[in-house]
């Protein structure tokens, strides 16, 4: 099946995938950060083709981000599946919060609401049952800790066991396994930047005493040319047939030098042997550049797909389909998307190069207008938008500290068709060629595409702003009541 792989198997912003297998079936869920709602979770029968089936913290009462930062909230599940029931435990790193659990029959949900772990310290939480029953859960750093995962209570203290390789930075993302006759301790070193690798150790039990790989690191591309760099936060599965697999994050970075990802982290997969008792990742590398099939959503349910994504919260107040049936309708909070609770909605951009569209109307009905339209979005000090008014259309950019109308065109009242275009490079003029070109528009009845402004992609990317995410691509209010007839995203 390696030969059939058109990796990244999901593209654009899915970080820190965990995996486990019940029957013919696969499940993955990964990171959200400061996104409402939490932890996307896919179903496979291949592990090739994933649809998404839902999202694990989907109600306030479970994901509470007030007050995160950007690239700040829902850090690495871990997703397992033990007694008749789907377990998550993930960590929130907003402000209080901490490190919690939640369980399922159905991991399309509903989930339970979170038990909270105070004892369990750290980031990146693993599960992994001993034949005694016994559940471990080990964190980065690396420690573990006995865990009761019905009341969240821990047993005894945390103790420290392998932590990589000697003087590599941020061992992270720990998974324990039982395999055959040994104990193995998967784990993420280098950070998760260019030097990120996936190291391996084995031991008697779960506390060890382990013996490092004598090939580790198992995975890296570091100090290589490959289009896939900083992989590694890895997971393993037994396929069904007794193969075994590898999901793990990796980036595809564009341009010239140093590079820029602007997709963020992605899932890729990677077939794994074993060979002394120890495994052994297969090559694998991107294929080429997808055209995206069309995605059109026209807003006609009354809740949201499960791919929508909101900052940090999601206020009944702030959005309806049901007012115009078959509009989305946005009520701004915010005066624009530098504020951390704006009024926007938006979808993961999955490919390099990629079209949207939207049929915006910022008239409220009373004669009083709104402002919005769509916005790429990286963080609040890297996005670029454009937005319509009454009267007028306008393209804004905020790169860190600075902020600036770069276009602006006068247009007729009434709804108007807002375009967006990301445009990968792929041929590299000089070192200094960014990643893509956005192109900002406004299209006619008749389809044609009136450009108002063009923008350098590498301010959106990870390299420019930072943090862990990727971009996201989506509508937005900024003043008022603004409505949307339809999404498209394609090629």
């Given at each position: 099946?390696?030969?059939?792989?058109?990796?990244?198997v999901?593209?654009?912003?899915?970080p820190?995938?965990?995996?486990?297998?019940?029957?013919?079936?696969?499940?993955?869920?990964?990171?959200?950060?400061?996104?409402?709602?939490?932890?996307?979770?896919?179903?496979?029968t291949?592990?090739?083709?994933?649809?998404?089936?839902?999202?694990?913290?989907?109600?306030?009462?479970?994901?509470?981000?007030?007050?995160?930062?950007?690239?700040?909230?829902?850090?690495?599940?871990?997703?397992?599946?033990?007694?008749?029931?789907?377990?998550?435990?993930?960590?929130?790193?907003?402000?209080?919060?901490?490190n919690?659990?939640?369980?399922a029959?159905?991991?399309a949900?509903?989930?339970?609401?979170?038990?909270?772990?105070?004892?369990?310290?750290?980031?990146?939480?693993?599960?992994?049952?001993?034949?005694?029953?016994?559940?471990?859960?080990?964190?980065?750093?690396?420690?573990?800790?006995r865990?009761?995962?019905?009341t969240?209570?821990?047993?005894?203290?945390?103790?420290?066991?392998?932590?990589?390789?000697?003087?590599?930075?941020?061992?992270?993302?720990?998974?324990?396994?039982?395999?055959?006759?040994?104990?193995?301790?998967?784990?993420?070193e280098?950070?998760?930047e260019?030097?990120?690798?996936?190291?391996?150790?084995?031991?008697?039990?779960?506390?060890?005493?382990?013996e490092?790989?004598?090939?580790?690191?198992?995975?890296t591309?570091?100090?290589?040319?490959?289009?896939v760099?900083?992989?590694?936060?890895?997971?393993?599965?037994?396929?069904?047939?007794?193969?075994?697999?590898?999901?793990?994050?990796?980036?595809?970075?564009?341009g010239?030098t140093?590079g820029?990802?602007?997709?963020?982290?992605?899932?890729?997969l990677?077939?794994?042997?074993?060979?002394?008792?120890?495994?052994?990742?297969?090559?694998?590398?991107?294929g080429?550049a997808?055209?995206?099939?069309?995605?059109?959503?026209d807003?006609?349910?009354?809740?949201?797909?499960p791919q929508?994504?909101?900052?940090?919260?999601?206020?009944?107040?702030?959005?309806?389909?049901?007012?115009?049936?078959?509009?989305?309708?946005?009520?701004?909070?915010?005066?624009s998307?530098?504020?951390?609770?704006?009024?926007?909605?938006?979808?993961?951009?999955?490919?390099?190069?990629?079209?949207?569209?939207?049929l915006?109307?910022?008239?409220?009905?009373?004669?009083v207008?709104?402002?919005?339209?769509?916005?790429?979005?990286?963080?609040?000090?890297?996005?670029?938008?454009i937005?319509?008014?009454?009267?007028?259309?306008?393209?804004?950019?905020?790169?860190?500290?600075l902020?600036?109308?770069?276009?602006?065109?006068?247009?007729?009242?009434g709804?108007?068709?807002?375009?967006?275009?990301a445009?990968?490079h792929t041929?590299?003029?000089?070192?200094?060629?960014?990643?893509?070109?956005?192109?900002?528009?406004?299209?006619?009845?008749?389809g044609?595409?009136?450009?108002?402004?063009?923008?350098?992609?590498?301010?959106?990317?990870?390299?420019?702003?930072?943090?862990?995410?990727?971009?996201?691509?989506?509508?937005?209010?900024?003043?008022?009541?603004?409505?949307?007839?339809?999404f498209?995203?394609?090629d």
């Amino acid at each position: 099946m390696s030969d059939m792989i058109t990796n990244p198997v999901l593209p654009g912003f899915h970080p820190d995938p965990s995996i486990c297998r019940v029957g013919e079936d696969y499940y993955l869920a990964c990171s959200s950060f400061e996104y409402f709602p939490g932890v996307p979770i896919f179903h496979s029968t291949d592990l090739l083709t994933w649809t998404q089936i839902g999202n694990v913290l989907d109600r306030p009462s479970q994901l509470r981000l007030a007050g995160a930062a950007s690239s700040g909230g829902i850090y690495a599940p871990t997703l397992r599946y033990h007694g008749g029931r789907f377990h998550l435990i993930v960590t929130n790193a907003s402000s209080g919060q901490g490190n919690l659990l939640v369980t399922a029959t159905d991991p399309a949900g509903p989930w339970s609401e979170p038990v909270m772990l105070p004892g369990v310290p750290g980031i990146d939480p693993d599960l992994a049952w001993d034949e005694d029953g016994t559940c471990w859960c080990t964190v980065a750093g690396v420690s573990q800790i006995r865990l009761d995962t019905t009341t969240g209570e821990t047993l005894g203290e945390p103790v420290r066991t392998w932590s990589g390789t000697p003087g590599a930075k941020a061992p992270e993302a720990p998974h324990l396994y039982r395999i055959g006759e040994y104990w193995y301790l998967l784990i993420a070193e280098g950070g998760t930047e260019r030097g990120h690798g996936v190291s391996i150790a084995r031991g008697p039990s779960p506390t060890g005493p382990f013996e490092a790989c004598p090939a580790n690191p198992i995975l890296t591309h570091r100090s290589t040319d490959d289009p896939v760099q900083n992989t590694g936060h890895a997971d393993l599965v037994q396929a069904a047939d007794g193969a075994w697999w590898m999901v793990l994050l990796g980036v595809r970075p564009g341009g010239g030098t140093p590079g820029w990802h602007v997709l963020g982290r992605e899932t890729f997969l990677a077939p794994v042997s074993w060979v002394d008792g120890w495994p052994v990742v297969g090559e694998f590398t991107s294929g080429p550049a997808v055209a995206p099939a069309p995605v059109r959503d026209d807003f006609d349910d009354r809740e949201l797909a499960p791919q929508w994504l909101s900052v940090r919260q999601r206020l009944d107040e702030d959005w309806t389909t049901g007012e115009r049936p078959g509009w989305l309708t946005l009520r701004a909070r915010g005066a624009s998307l530098d504020e951390p609770d704006v009024v926007f909605l938006g979808r993961r951009q999955q490919h390099p190069s990629c079209r949207i569209r939207t049929l915006a109307d910022a008239g409220d009905g009373d004669g009083v207008g709104g402002v919005g339209g769509l916005a790429v979005r990286l963080d609040e000090r890297h996005h670029y938008e454009i937005e319509a008014s009454a009267g007028q259309v306008r393209v804004l950019a905020r790169i860190g500290p600075l902020r600036t109308v770069v276009a602006a065109e006068a247009v007729a009242g009434g709804p108007v068709v807002l375009g967006i275009d990301a445009v990968a490079h792929t041929e590299i003029q000089d070192p200094r060629t960014g990643p893509d070109t956005i192109v900002f528009g406004i299209e006619g009845p008749d389809g044609d595409f009136t450009v108002l402004a063009e923008l350098e992609g590498r301010y959106l990317s990870t390299e420019v702003a930072g943090g862990f995410t990727g971009r996201v691509i989506g509508v937005y209010a900024a003043s008022g009541v603004v409505r949307f007839d339809y999404f498209d995203y394609f090629d």
